[in-house]
């Protein structure tokens, strides 16, 4: 079993507000986090997993590596989606995060999800190949693995070449492997199609690309035809982590549309009631406007 500390790098730009993967591209990337953890820590229970975004202000630490998956969680519903992506920057802020993890002999892994194009106008003036290619080597050298979850504008724009690249740069023969799944849009979860990919798979033991390979490409339900993918009776901890995680961020898109509906019908009440007032300081007699203003006058005392 394979002891690791990750860190999960989530693109929380304003890209991650397309719909284009369900229910969203954020809220997949919330799924596809949950799964992470769960792999890992299913994995070996003294793994631990971290969580950081990499967009608006700048990357941001939301976690140090825990077991804690509440945490992972409460950082995830906290995070802001504006602005650009900072890719070099973001893996950067990683491999800090990973020096000062509390178990020395654990691995070092970071795993990025992006959905982002790298556009060096608005994002990153440093996310070029060149740089990135650079921070490969130096990741490597760290001893530190590198996986990529491409999905949504990363899939079919120069995003993708780049990011090859740079699994090519950081991998070799040591460690666990560097991977590169792209992920294209489909009917099932995010999460659905990362499960068959070696990012999740620790062991190495999927259908598409074993351990080892660098860039897998999948797409659609996964394999099987179970929940999330996974066999309940293989992994019945697993599977029911998904399912509560699942279950718990359907409740919350539930709370927040009634609370919008509930915003619309306070605001519509009180239109109603403006209305009324408005009505009610009509003259009783049907009068117009007109004549309102000269009555008052006649009776007023002299």
Same mark, same amino acid.
């Given at each position: 079993?394979?002891?690791?500390?990750?860190?999960?790098?989530?693109?929380?730009?304003?890209?991650?507000?397309?719909?284009?993967?369900?229910?969203?591209?954020?809220?997949?990337?919330?799924?596809?986090?949950?799964?992470?953890?769960?792999?890992?820590?299913?994995?070996?229970?003294?793994?631990?997993?971290?969580?950081?975004?990499?967009?608006? /202000?700048? #990357?941001? *630490?939301?976690?140090?590596?825990?077991?804690?998956? @509440?945490?992972?969680?409460?950082?995830?519903? $906290? %995070?802001?989606?504006?602005?650009?992506?900072?890719?070099?920057?973001?893996?950067?802020?990683?491999?800090?995060?990973?020096?000062?993890?509390?178990?020395?002999?654990?691995?070092?892994?970071?795993?990025?999800?992006?959905?982002?194009?790298?556009?060096?106008?608005?994002?990153?003036?440093?996310?070029?190949?060149?740089?990135?290619?650079?921070?490969?080597?130096?990741?490597?050298?760290?001893?530190?693995?590198?996986?990529?979850?491409?999905?949504?504008?990363?899939?079919?724009?120069?995003?993708?070449?780049?990011?090859?690249?740079?699994?090519?740069?950081?991998?070799?023969?040591?460690?666990?492997?560097?991977?590169?799944?792209?992920?294209?849009?489909?009917?099932?979860?995010?999460?659905?199609?990362?499960? /068959?990919? #070696?990012? *999740?798979?620790?062991?190495?033991?999927?259908?598409? @690309?074993?351990?080892?390979?660098?860039?897998? $490409? %999948?797409?659609?339900?996964?394999?099987?035809?179970?929940?999330?993918?996974?066999?309940?009776?293989?992994?019945?901890?697993?599977?029911?982590?998904?399912?509560m995680s699942m279950e718990e961020e359907q409740n919350?898109?539930?709370?927040?549309?009634?609370?919008?509906?509930?915003?619309?019908?306070?605001?519509?009440?009180?239109?109603?009631?403006?209305?009324?007032?408005?009505?009610?300081?009509?003259?009783?007699?049907?009068?117009?406007?007109?004549?309102?203003?000269?009555?008052?006058?006649?009776?007023?005392?002299?």
């Amino acid at each position: 079993m394979v002891l690791e500390a990750t860190m999960v790098v989530v693109d929380n730009s304003e890209a991650s507000r397309n719909g284009d993967y369900l229910p969203n591209r954020f809220a997949a990337q919330t799924e596809a986090v949950s799964l992470i953890f769960n792999a890992k820590t299913s994995s070996n229970p003294e793994s631990a997993v971290g969580l950081m975004s990499m967009a608006g /202000t700048g #990357p941001t *630490v939301l976690n140090t590596p825990t077991t804690n998956y @509440g945490a992972i969680l409460a950082g995830l519903h $906290e %995070t802001k989606i504006k602005g650009q992506i900072r890719l070099g920057t973001a893996i950067s802020v990683a491999m800090l995060a990973l020096k000062h993890r509390a178990n020395k002999s654990q691995r070092q892994r970071i795993v990025v999800l992006t959905c982002s194009e790298l556009d060096q106008k608005f994002g990153d003036m440093h996310d070029t190949e060149k740089e990135l290619v650079k921070l490969a080597k130096k990741c490597k050298k760290n001893n530190v693995s590198v996986d990529f979850v491409a999905f949504g504008d990363a899939v079919e724009s120069s995003t993708r070449s780049i990011l090859e690249k740079f699994v090519e740069a950081v991998g070799g023969s040591s460690g666990e492997g560097n991977y590169l799944a792209v992920i294209p849009p489909g009917p099932g979860l995010l999460s659905d199609s990362l499960i /068959t990919t #070696p990012i *999740v798979n620790v062991g190495g033991d999927v259908g598409q @690309g074993g351990g080892g390979m660098e860039g897998v $490409e %999948t797409g659609g339900p996964a394999a099987g035809g179970f929940e999330f993918g996974v066999d309940p009776a293989a992994d019945p901890e697993l599977a029911m982590a998904l399912r509560m995680s699942m279950e718990e961020e359907q409740n919350r898109l539930e709370r927040e549309r009634r609370a919008r509906e509930e915003q619309d019908r306070q605001n519509g009440d009180r239109m109603e009631t403006i209305t009324e007032e408005g009505q009610g300081q009509q003259p009783a007699n049907g009068e117009g406007a007109d004549s309102k203003q000269p009555r008052v006058e006649e009776d007023k005392p002299e």
